[in-house]
C-alpha cells in the first residue's frame, strides 16, 4: 500500500510506502486513519489449493482459480490496521466468506456474506472491532455494499 501525498511546495504527488498488508480487498475509513482488509493466513490447504491453480490444465484453470478464491474468502479475517501505530485488530466473524469491504464512520465495516458450507445469498454484515458481525439485510438475491455516506 502507498501514499500518494501532495507535497505543499512541488507540483508532483510524493510516493511512499504505508505498510504491508498480508491480503487483498484493502479500504481506507472516512478519515483515511485506518485500513480495512482480508487478512490471508497461510495454510496447508490453501498451499495445496494454489498448486493446484498452478498446475491444471488452461481449460480448468478458471474453475481452480475461482475454488481457490472461495477458499480464501471463508478463511480470511477482516484486520483493521491503523496506519499511524501499524497495530492490526482482527473483527469477530464465525463462518462467514466475506468479501466486498466498505468502511463507513466510528470503526464500521460493512461486507458482503453468506455461509460458507450453506451457499445461501450473501447479504450484508456490519462488524467492529468493539462489535461481532451481524446482518443488515436478509432475503434472496445477493448483496453487496458499494457506499456509506460517511456522516
Same mark, same amino acid.
Given at each position: 500500500?502507498?501514499? =500518494?501525498?501532495?507535497?505543499?511546495?512541488?507540483?508532483? =504527488?510524493?510516493?511512499?510506502?504505508?505498510?504491508?498488508? !498480508? &491480503? %487483498? /480487498?484493502? @479500504? +481506507?475509513?472516512?478519515?483515511?486513519?485506518?485500513?480495512? %482488509?482480508?487478512?490471508?493466513?497461510?495454510?496447508?490447504?490453501?498451499?495445496?489449493?494454489? $498448486?493446484?491453480? &498452478?498446475?491444471?490444465? !488452461?481449460?480448468?484453470? $478458471?474453475?481452480?482459480?475461482?475454488? =481457490?478464491?472461495?477458499?480464501?474468502?471463508? *478463511?480470511? *479475517?477482516?484486520?483493521?490496521?491503523?496506519?499511524?501505530?501499524? #497495530?492490526?485488530? !482482527?473483527?469477530?466473524?464465525?463462518?462467514?466468506?466475506?468479501?466486498?469491504?466498505?468502511?463507513?464512520? /466510528? &470503526?464500521?465495516? +460493512? +461486507?458482503?456474506?453468506?455461509?460458507? $458450507?450453506? &451457499?445461501?445469498?450473501?447479504?450484508? %454484515?456490519?462488524?467492529?472491532?468493539? #462489535?461481532?458481525?451481524?446482518?443488515?439485510?436478509? /432475503? !434472496?438475491?445477493?448483496? *453487496?455494499? @458499494?457506499? @456509506?455516506?460517511?456522516?
Amino acid at each position: 500500500m502507498v501514499s =500518494l501525498a501532495n507535497r505543499s511546495n512541488e507540483a508532483a =504527488l510524493a510516493v511512499r510506502p504505508v505498510a504491508d498488508l !498480508a &491480503g %487483498y /480487498g484493502a @479500504v +481506507f475509513s472516512p478519515d483515511s486513519a485506518t485500513v480495512a %482488509y482480508l487478512k490471508i493466513t497461510p495454510s496447508p490447504e490453501l498451499n495445496a489449493a494454489a $498448486a493446484v491453480v &498452478g498446475r491444471a490444465p !488452461a481449460a480448468e484453470r $478458471a474453475l481452480r482459480r475461482a475454488m =481457490l478464491n472461495n477458499r480464501l474468502a471463508a *478463511t480470511s *479475517t477482516i484486520a483493521l490496521r491503523d496506519l499511524a501505530s501499524g #497495530r492490526e485488530t !482482527a473483527i469477530a466473524v464465525e463462518n462467514l466468506a466475506k468479501a466486498s469491504l466498505v468502511m463507513g464512520p /466510528g &470503526g464500521a465495516v +460493512f +461486507f458482503s456474506g453468506a455461509e460458507a $458450507a450453506a &451457499g445461501a445469498p450473501q447479504q450484508i %454484515y456490519r462488524a467492529s472491532d468493539a #462489535r461481532a458481525a451481524s446482518a443488515i439485510t436478509s /432475503g !434472496a438475491g445477493d448483496k *453487496t455494499p @458499494v457506499l @456509506v455516506n460517511a456522516s
